[in-house]
Nanobody
């Protein structure tokens, strides 16, 4: 299983970016993909999560990005997207996508990094004020 994250860059506050996480090697529809981010000097935090189980999609968002970020997936391309709008300087971080096989996680668990066995490299997002 390989994950390839891309789409980072530098934008001004209020701008938008779309991150992509291309997945390969999955042989099952029962997998979940999550975006984490880590700012310099801070712990990694969950940003958004999406699962596809039996054709049903579920999503979660961190409170700090609700209403601004949207996660989606293109099953034909095996790619998950994170559309980030109304970006703020505090969104500056390296963004990582990660994946796990299994059923949908409940809301209280999706941010647990230890549940994800597959990780992509980071893509840097810089938001200037």
């Amino acid at each position: 299983v390989q994950l390839q994250a891309s789409g980072g860059g530098s934008v001004q506050a209020g701008g938008s970016l779309r991150l992509s996480c291309a997945a390969s090697g999955f042989t099952s529809d029962y997998y979940n993909i999550v975006w984490f981010r880590q700012a310099p000097g801070k712990e990694r935090e969950g940003v958004s999560y999406i699962s596809l189980v039996g054709g049903s999609t579920s999503t979660y968002y961190a409170n700090s990005v609700k209403g601004r970020f949207t996660i989606s997936r293109d099953n034909a391309r095996n790619t998950v997207y994170l559309q980030m709008n109304s970006l703020k300087p505090e969104d500056t971080a390296s963004y990582y996508c990660a994946a796990r096989r299994g059923y949908r996680l409940i809301a209280s668990r999706w941010m647990d990094e230890s549940l994800y066995g597959y990780w992509g490299q980071g893509t840097l997002v810089t938001v200037s004020s």
